[in-house]
């Protein structure tokens, strides 16, 4: 069984950055997509970004791309997203998730227990 924390999360202000991290632990996850999630006060919770095993795709939503990048490091066991330019509209809680098999937006089978970022404008 899979343990996800995220850190990294907390307050920020328009335009700066923020690095999230997402350790895993339990087994190694090095052949999973892993990804990254938000959730908004009274919003469902969305797709950021997704990465592969191999670092060779990502994928992220529009909402963010050209500002966040999805990155991992197998031999730490660990995904980071790195956001820049924040927005008010990205304050939520951001949870890292993973599944055996190609990185999609959805069908996640093991999640973390989520950061919250706050960005103040």
């Known amino acids: 069984q899979v343990q996800l924390v995220e850190s990294g999360g907390g307050l920020a202000q328009a335009g700066g950055s923020l690095r999230l991290s997402c350790v895993a632990s339990?087994?190694?996850?090095?052949?999973?997509?892993l990804g990254w999630f938000r959730q908004a006060p009274g919003k469902e919770r969305e797709f950021v970004a997704t990465?592969?095993?191999?670092?060779?795709?990502?994928s992220y939503a529009d909402s963010v791309k050209g500002r966040f990048v999805i990155s991992r490091d197998n031999a730490k066991n660990t995904v980071y997203l790195q956001m820049n330019s924040l927005k008010p509209e990205d304050t939520a809680v951001y949870y890292c998730?993973?599944?055996?098999?190609?990185?999609?937006?959805?069908?996640?089978?093991?999640w973390g227990q989520g950061t919250q970022v706050v960005v103040s404008s």
């Open positions: 339990g087994r190694s996850v090095s052949s999973d997509s």
């Open positions: 998730a993973g599944r055996r098999g190609l990185a999609t937006k959805t069908s996640y089978d093991y």
């Open positions: 990465i592969s095993w191999s670092s060779d795709y990502t």
